[in-house]
């Protein structure tokens, strides 16, 4: 096996930088493909903890290429910043081991601006977005009327079609949104002067990646935010706006898709969501305040706390097929140490109609009704065991009924934060 995609599959979250952190060391190249810095990575090595929003998690591991691919929407200041944050702790990163794709879209302060006021204007229906500029900066990619990381490199065309850019936004951030407008003499010099500090960075990074691939290199592809977020196959409209699962790799990283050989997804023993949107088997009771607090869910990159429910099978087994999974890795199991009992959503109900696939047809699944199945819970702390034959029985039985109800096999436990944490299974 050379190449490898993880993927959430749930509404992001799910606990990946601490998984691709670790995958990361058995291959050459990481690949993000999607999304900006609307993601937020953590990853804790030793005492150190690193939240990484672009720049992809093989970063902390020497001698891996890590790629950001044409696929997704880079801010050029939340990059440099987090080089510079990198740097100052003492980790490399230089033109050899992180490579920029010349054709990423960039994100403007007018995005950042715009995403804000657009869902001021969106009221009770707002999305709940992390500000990032992520929706306004794809959908200038949508029209055609974007800008890309290699414009930055060219004073004269990046003035040209600034001006013509910014004239628009400018007339919708004014005349739409009654704000003061953007001066183009400061944005030019400001984006042409980051432009400068990215170019040793910028490249073909889709040659460079099939490059790689002939050359026999291990790659890894690492997908932001979750499958339910996806602007294609989510709980749209309250989805991020790129394409979250393996279905986002070969545009996204300008790589053939018939050339990943494996897929794994990865979900929570339980399910958060952040922003707004259908959640079908949130909880609003003691149990979700006693999971958000042991699972500190609170968002990485925005701080907000996350809904908490619990594990969805219909939603997981959705996400899984769609993405061809072999696998999954199960994530945060040493959270529910912290209920007495362990719910299982295993069918959503409308009326009289049974769902056990996720009927992605509806508008709006906020309504369903949940069927649970209950399994006892366990009061041992998970968070030293390092194999599965050491988990209590109780636990295992659960890890067995979550595998049976979504049909893939569990590759990986994840018990804890930390870099060693995990429990590999020999499987998928
Ligand atoms: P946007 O991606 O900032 O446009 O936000 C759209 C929706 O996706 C909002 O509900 C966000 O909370 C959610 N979202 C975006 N990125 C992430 C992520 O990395 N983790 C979890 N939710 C995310």
Request: charged share 25%; glycine share 12%; aromatic share 8%.
């Amino acid at each position: 096996m050379t190449t490898l995609s993880v993927f959430g599959a749930q509404w992001g979250d799910e606990g990946k930088g601490k998984i691709i952190d670790r995958l990361a060391d058995r291959v050459d190249v990481v690949v993000r493909y999607q999304g900006g810095a609307n993601a937020g990575h953590t990853v804790i090595v030793g005492n150190e903890k690193y939240v990484l929003h672009l720049i992809p998690s093989g970063i902390l591991h020497k001698g891996r290429v890590n790629m950001i691919g044409g696929g997704v929407a880079i801010d050029p200041i939340k990059l440099l910043e987090e080089v510079d944050g990198l740097l100052e702790r003492g980790v490399a990163v230089t033109p050899e081991n992180l490579r920029v794709c010349a054709s990423a879209h960039v994100i403007f302060e007018h995005h950042k601006r715009i995403d804000g006021l657009a869902e001021v204007w969106r009221g009770a229906g707002r999305i709940g977005t992390t500000g990032r500029g992520i929706g306004p900066a794809y959908a200038d990619k949508t029209a055609r009327t974007g800008l890309r990381i290699s414009d930055l490199l060219d004073a004269d065309r990046f003035q040209a079609r600034m001006t013509a850019a910014l004239a628009e936004k400018n007339a919708l951030i004014q005349k739409v949104h009654g704000e003061p407008a953007l001066e183009l003499g400061d944005q030019v010099e400001r984006y042409l002067a980051l432009g400068e500090r990215l170019r040793p960075f910028v490249g073909d990074t889709g040659a460079e990646l099939r490059r790689a691939h002939r050359a026999g290199k291990r790659i890894l592809f690492e997908g932001a935010q979750g499958l339910m977020l996806d602007i294609d196959h989510g709980t749209y409209p309250y989805v991020t706006s790129s394409n979250t699962g393996t279905g986002g790799i070969a545009n996204g990283a300008g790589f053939p898709p018939n050339k990943i050989d494996r897929a794994w997804g990865i979900a929570k023993a339980y399910c958060t969501r952040v922003g707004e949107g259908p959640f079908p088997t949130e909880l609003f009771d003691a149990d979700g305040d006693a999971i958000r607090k042991a699972g500190k869910e609170f968002g990485t990159t925005t701080g907000r706390p996350r809904r908490a429910g619990w594990f969805d099978a219909v939603a997981v087994r959705y996400a899984l097929e769609l993405c061809g999974a072999d696998g999954w890795i199960a994530t945060k199991l040493d959270i529910l140490d912290a209920v007495d009992e362990i719910k299982v959503g295993v069918a959503y109900r409308v009326g009289d109609q049974r769902y056990t696939e996720y009927p992605a047809h509806l508008p709006n699944i906020e309504g369903v009704e949940v069927e649970y199945e209950t399994y006892p819970g366990w009061s041992d702390d998970l968070s030293g065991v390092r194999r599965w034959e050491d988990l209590p029985e109780v636990v295992r039985s659960y890890v067995d009924e979550l595998e049976r109800l979504v049909g893939v096999p569990i590759v990986m436990l994840s018990v804890g934060p930390e870099r060693d944490s995990v429990i590999e299974r020999n499987k998928g």
